[in-house]
C-alpha cells in the first residue's frame, strides 16, 4: 500500500480499532433496527440486509467472524439497567421502548455497495506509517488484512476491503439466492 496522499476512515467494533482506505467509503449512516432485516448467508461476513437510497444492500458485521462478540449481545447488555423480579418487568418495557440505532459505513467494494457495522466511526486519518500484516498473528486469512498502522497512539488494522468478499463468493450467494426464495422480498 503507497502510504502517499492515503487517508484512512478509522472505526471501532467490540472496542478493537479498524481502518480502510477512504477511497471506498461512499457515506456513514445511522439504520434504525426495525429497518434492518436478519440474513445469515453462506459469506460468513453477510449477516443482514437493509434499504439504502431505494437500493437493497448487505450489511457486514465482523463480530463473529473476527470472534469480537454478538452484536445483539452487546445492545442488551447495554439497555439492562437493574435486575430483581420487579425491576426485570420495567427493565423489559425500558428495553422494548429503547430506540437502537446501529452506525453504518457505507462502501462500494468491486461495484457493489454494502454497509459495515461499526460501534463508533472514529476519525479519517492520514496514513502515515504502514507494516505489513505479520504472518502468524490470527487464524484468519491473510486476505481480510492490508496490514497495520499507527494512529495516534494506537495500533489499528488496516482492512483490505476489496479482499473481504471475491467476485465469484458475491455472484455464487446471488444465484444461490435467486435459486430460493430471495430475502428482499417478503
Known amino acids: 500500500m503507497n502510504e502517499n496522499g492515503v487517508r484512512l476512515v478509522c472505526f ?3 472496542g478493537e480499532k479498524f481502518a480502510f482506505n477512504m477511497d ?5 449512516v445511522q ?17 443482514g440486509f437493509w434499504t439504502y437510497r431505494g437500493q437493497t444492500v448487505y450489511l457486514i458485521d465482523f463480530r463473529d467472524f473476527f470472534g469480537l462478540g454478538n452484536v445483539s449481545a452487546t445492545l442488551a447488555q447495554k439497555c439492562l439497567l437493574r435486575s430483581g423480579s420487579e425491576q426485570e418487568e420495567e427493565t423489559q418495557k425500558k428495553t422494548e421502548q429503547t430506540h437502537i440505532v446501529y452506525n453504518v459505513l ?3 467494494i468491486r461495484g457493489h455497495i454494502f454497509g459495515l457495522y461499526a460501534d463508533a466511526v472514529l476519525q479519517v486519518a492520514s496514513l ?23 494512529v495516534g497512539t494506537e495500533l489499528v488494522l488496516v482492512l483490505a ?13 446471488l ?8 430475502p428482499f422480498t417478503g
Do not use: K, W
Open 161 to 173: 476491503l476489496e479482499e473481504l468478499i471475491n467476485e465469484y463468493e458475491f455472484e455464487t450467494e
Open 31 to 47: 439504520v434504525d433496527q426495525a429497518d434492518i432485516r436478519p440474513f445469515f448467508s453462506s459469506i460468513p461476513l453477510i449477516r
Open 106 to 108: 457505507v462502501v462500494r
Open 12 to 14: 471501532e467494533i467490540c
Open 128 to 150: 502515515l506509517s504502514f507494516y505489513e500484516y505479520p504472518m502468524m498473528i490470527s487464524t484468519l486469512p491473510r486476505r481480510y488484512f492490508a496490514g497495520v498502522t499507527v
Open 175 to 182: 444465484s444461490r439466492i435467486g435459486e430460493n426464495s430471495h
Open 24 to 28: 471506498f467509503l461512499v457515506e456513514i
